[in-house]
């Protein structure tokens, strides 16, 4: 199904894709396999009612590294502010965390908490490290030119059991859960 309106494809002017991110989470196996997907509201103007894995924009804030973050070493730069937007908008849509138990020197914070993000008090508050060496880069999709909003979008796969809280609806994603596969 293409979410292309006549009127989007009309247009002339070619919009330069934004870099994005998105998380493939996945718990069980066999036909017990299930993913955690949402929906995204009919209100909203870019994929209206489509059903998509978590993942959005990158923000500056992903530049920076996290204090709450361990194995990032392995991934190239653009990757690792990539893999930090998958991570905080599966937080912020989905309202769970992927990490471990920090521990010192596996990603637990210092320094004062007033001096973190939101996406790191989250971490900090439950005591665990976003741990990117559990994330496998799977690859990259790009939104096709007639679209009037584009992105570069980098998808990375994680294991479900690193998952921390239950899945929970938001402002932009409805129906978030985790869905049968089979």
Not at 8 to 24: E, F, G, N, Q, W
Not at 123 to 137: H, S, T
Request: hydrophobic share 40%.
């Amino acid at each position: 199904m293409n979410d292309v309106t006549e009127a989007v494809r009309a247009k002339a002017t070619i919009v330069r894709p934004r870099d994005a991110a998105s998380l493939i989470l996945l718990r069980g196996e066999g036909r017990d396999l299930e993913l955690l997907a949402g929906r995204r509201p009919g209100h909203v103007k870019f994929m209206p009612g489509v059903w998509v894995f978590p993942g959005g924009a990158v923000d500056r804030d992903d530049n920076r590294p996290w204090r709450a973050e361990t194995g990032a070493a392995h991934l190239p730069p653009r990757l690792q502010r990539c893999a930090r937007a998958a991570l905080r908008e599966t937080w912020e849509e989905a309202g769970v965390l992927v990490g471990r138990r920090a521990t010192k020197g596996n990603g637990a914070p210092s320094g004062p908490a007033t001096a973190l993000t939101a996406i790191e008090s989250a971490y900090a508050e439950r005591g665990i490290a976003a741990v990117f060496d559990a994330l496998i880069y799977v690859g990259h999709a790009i939104t096709p030119t007639p679209v009037f909003r584009r992105f570069n979008t980098r998808f990375f796969l994680a294991d479900g059991s690193d998952v921390v809280g239950e899945p929970a609806s938001s402002d932009e994603l409805e129906d978030v859960g985790w869905h049968p596969i089979a």
